[in-house]
């Protein structure tokens, strides 16, 4: 019985070391999953906003996908594909 313990202590210790157990190297970057993406319909109109749930410090707020700058999803017209862009230009 020690041994199944021994084994997994050692295997637990390796995965923390490794990056295994999260996978991620930044746990709160976007998408990860400390902060995963969240998708909520807008007010008026049929698309669905795709952000982050928590603000992150970057270099660029705005770029494509972060927090002030979501993914946009909205239905074609007489098609059954949607569409998925950026709210505001990026430049």
């Known amino acids: 019985m020690n041994w ?17 157990v999260f996978g991620y ?6 998408g990860s999953y400390f ?3 969240v998708v909520t319909p807008e007010p008026f109109g049929s ?8 603000p992150v410090i970057e270099e660029s707020p705005f770029k494509p996908g972060s927090y002030f700058n979501p993914y946009v999803i909205k239905p074609l017209p007489g098609r059954r594909q949607y569409e998925i ?7």
């Open 47 to 54: 698309k669905w906003e795709i952000k982050p749930k928590y």
């Open 4 to 20: 199944r313990f021994s084994g997994f202590l050692i295997l637990t210790v390796i995965f923390l070391f490794t990056g295994f």
């Open 35 to 37: 902060n995963p993406y």
């Open 85 to 91: 862009r950026p709210r505001f230009p990026s430049w």
């Open 25 to 30: 190297d930044d746990l709160f970057k976007p």
